[in-house]
């Protein structure tokens, strides 16, 4: 296990860590708290293991056995994404490559099309732009018009609105997302390039992009919107970003479309949505990092 791996894991256990409230694992308030969440001690405690090696951990300085990382994932009450993230950065799992020119088949560039309704774009790991439909353009406009470093989901809704749609909560998901999917791998190059350009657009959420906690993405419903994010059956390193609207039932978008698939909707996206309105703050089950100030004291 590398330095940068280290680094990265711990700065992904203090995140969630400060996620957990006192009250989440049966723990008093303790009175004031110089920092948001659970302390440090308390993990240990919790976990089993001593203050000292677990503060190590935190800075990056030790490596330890997948049975006490084990051991805090429970603690920390991290979901299935952020476990597995955990293992992949201690090297106990292989984590996910992140895949490198990626391409699209013409089957899901047909089921794309077929989507006259429904807002869709073909994205990687990475949630670089590969593919849209006209419905997206019609909404988003066309990642042909923009600079290829800029062709990507996260930088489109970071800086581009639509009428009478908070894309903020979808914003937050995505990025949960894209941090599960890309950081296990701390010096790639894209990845970091993404990160830069959202520092750099939208300074004032520093907080979210410097946040080390990581998500599935689930259904979003904003503005009267949902989103979902999709897997083409036989596609790997893709996914289908759909828009849908719930004032109106859209035509059907063909999932069986000339043999392509969707892996996570069991139908057309519209159906499985209709089942799953989890609110404009569905993300995954680990907070994501909001800019709580640290008091001082």
């Known amino acids: 296990m590398d330095d940068a791996l280290r680094r990265e894991l711990g700065a992904h256990l203090r995140a969630a860590r400060e996620q957990v409230r006192p009250e989440d694992v049966g723990l008093g308030g303790g009175g004031r708290r110089r920092t948001p969440g659970l302390r440090r001690e308390e993990?240990?405690?919790?976990?089993?293991?001593?203050?000292?090696?677990?503060?190590?951990?935190?800075?990056?300085?030790?490596?330890?056995?997948?049975?006490?990382?084990?051991?805090?994932?429970?603690?920390?009450?991290?979901?299935?994404?952020?476990?597995?993230?955990?293992?992949?950065?201690?090297?106990?799992?292989?984590?996910t490559p992140l895949a490198r020119d990626t391409t699209i088949g013409e089957p899901t560039r047909a089921l794309l099309s077929s989507w006259a309704d429904v807002p869709a774009a073909a994205v990687d790991t990475r949630f670089d732009i590969m593919a849209t439909n006209a419905?997206?353009?019609?909404?988003?406009?066309d990642p042909a018009d923009a600079p290829a470093e800029r062709r990507n989901v996260l930088i489109?809704?970071?800086?581009?609105?639509?009428?009478s749609l908070d894309v903020g909560p979808v914003l937050r998901g995505l990025y949960q997302q894209f941090r599960a999917n890309t950081a296990h791998a701390p010096d790639d190059p894209r990845a970091a390039a993404i990160v830069g350009l959202l520092l750099r657009e939208?300074?004032?959420?520093?907080?979210?992009?410097?946040?080390?906690s990581v998500g599935e993405f689930v259904p979003v419903?904003?503005?009267g919107h949902?989103?979902?994010?999709?897997?083409?059956?036989?596609?790997?390193?893709?996914?289908?970003?759909?828009?849908?609207?719930?004032?109106?039932?859209?035509?059907?978008?063909?999932?069986?479309h000339r043999g392509a698939?969707?892996?996570?909707?069991?139908?057309?996206?519209?159906?499985?949505?209709?089942?799953?309105?989890?609110?404009?703050?569905?993300?995954?089950?680990?907070?994501?990092?909001?800019?709580?100030s640290r008091q001082q004291g």
């Open 221 to 223: 419903t904003t503005g």
């Open 261 to 292: 698939g969707v892996r996570g909707a069991p139908s057309p996206p519209h159906a499985a949505l209709a089942e799953d309105r989890r609110g404009e703050e569905a993300v995954s089950g680990i907070a994501i990092c909001d800019g709580r």
């Open 226 to 256: 949902t989103f979902c994010l999709l897997r083409p059956v036989g596609e790997d390193g893709t996914y289908l970003l759909t828009q849908v609207s719930l004032l109106r039932r859209p035509a059907e978008p063909g999932v069986g």
């Open 156 to 163: 489109t809704f970071a800086t581009r609105s639509a009428p």
């Open 202 to 212: 939208r300074p004032e959420l520093t907080h979210w992009w410097q946040c080390r």
């Open 135 to 141: 419905a997206y353009r019609g909404v988003w406009g």
């Open 43 to 95: 993990v240990a405690a919790l976990a089993g293991v001593s203050v000292a090696w677990y503060t190590w951990l935190e800075q990056g300085r030790v490596s330890t056995t997948r049975q006490v990382l084990d051991a805090v994932c429970r603690v920390l009450a991290m979901d299935q994404a952020a476990h597995r993230h955990t293992l992949a950065l201690a090297g106990f799992t292989p984590p």
